[in-house]
């Protein structure tokens, strides 16, 4: 694994090296299902259920499936990538991957649309997906070597323009804020005079914030940019607070002066001109302010990738051979049971609510998947006899439809939504379980729940209701 985490790597998975080549590894589903197993297990298929090791069945309708021969239970190929849950031919998806990563401008939505020849909301739903791959939980903060004078540049700019037919003056405007690594390059000797050590261009951070406060910028920085950096910021007050944060904090007042404006900092403002550029010409600047974040994400990548090679980039878009922790249906069989699994689950969940705090909002879908979906989930469910809580209270039928493996069919709810960022979000505590039709209504039908240390607490259809709480100490429910 590299030591700078943007991307993922993996040296060991073959990549074909030009555009035939690529047409050549992977001309159907069935290729790229193999190199899919390849990269899950390198080894040889051990099945996710048993344990059991060796050729598993294989049906040709279904290349991304594959069927323990002990256990005959399916497992997909494409759990844990972006690609889980979804009906698009594998062949689209790499095919997708491989031109948004080697297109140096990148590919828009129509552009897209028109090379696979699918709907307009099926491109949508990919991009937005592979631009989900461009960042990594788990991703390091910038910073640089004091002792070789390298720092990191920080400033803010607005993104969006003047809107047709809205009237003079700029419309939708974003603020955005932006970390700049600046490294320097040791002189080798017996390099040319033109080739000498001098600055050069690292690691880049964007981010959507809500203001210019204090709270916002520094917070910011915290997030992007490792404890004990030099930061040079413009002479705005609101970045005062960073020497007691931590940081070696170099202020600098410009005051109209263009000599100080072209030595600090000047990357950013170029980084700042080319970002701008890039939304008005691949993506025709219809950036709406609810999707910006993700477009900065891949704005992100693609100024980051010339540390890394192409493969890794491929392999980081479509998730192939992480380690990250997607959890899906078809593994919920390999957990241990409740009793065993509640202690590893919570005091892992104490720490990911901790580092993620102020996590962005891929990351936040991320976790509150892991919640809902995966272990956490499974246990609330099974803590509550995979019935719906609401049915219950009400004196209705709490058991829904039977799936095809005879468990009772039910949801996840959170009662704090994930979003908020707020402490308790995360926990199982936070979860209850209902019906689809139960679950819905607690999104959509305006229902306001208060959260007391035992019971959620509403009022639906005019009748108070109170449900109890998954019990984080006692592994049943609250009494």
Known sequence: MSKLHDIHERGDLAFPKSFPQFQKLFPDDAACATYLEGAKWPNGFVCPHCHEKGEPYRLAKRPGVLTCRKCRKPTSLTVGTVMQRKHTPLTTWFWGAYLVSSMTRGISMVQFQRQFDITLETAFQILHKLRAGTVRLNRDRIGGNLSRGEHVEVDETYIGGV???????????????AAFEVRQQPAKKGDKPMRRGGPYAGRLRLEIVPNRGAKALCGFVEQAVAPGARVITDAWGEYNSLGARGYEHWPVVESGNPEVAEEFPPNLHLVFSDLKAWLQGTHHGRVSPKHLQTYLNEFTFRFNLRFYPFNAAFHSLLGIGTNDEVTSAEELDDLPSPAEQLEVTFDK???MEEKYLHAKPEEKERLSRYVERGPIGALVKQATGFRCQLCEALGLDP????????????EAHHAMPVSKKEVGSLTASNVMTLCANHHRQMHFGGIDVVMTAKTFDFVIGRKPV????????TSTVAS
């Not at 058991?399 to 039910?410: A, C, I, M, S």
């Not at 109170?466 to 100490?473: D, I, S």
Request: hydrophobic residues 35%.
């Open 466 to 473: 109170k449900l109890p709480r998954f019990g984080v100490a």
């Open 349 to 351: 969940l104490a720490a």
């Open 163 to 177: 809107g047709r037919g809205e009237g003079s003056g700029p419309k939708d405007q974003t603020l955005v804020a």
């Open 399 to 410: 058991v829904g439809f039977l799936k095809k493996n005879g468990e009772p069919y039910v």
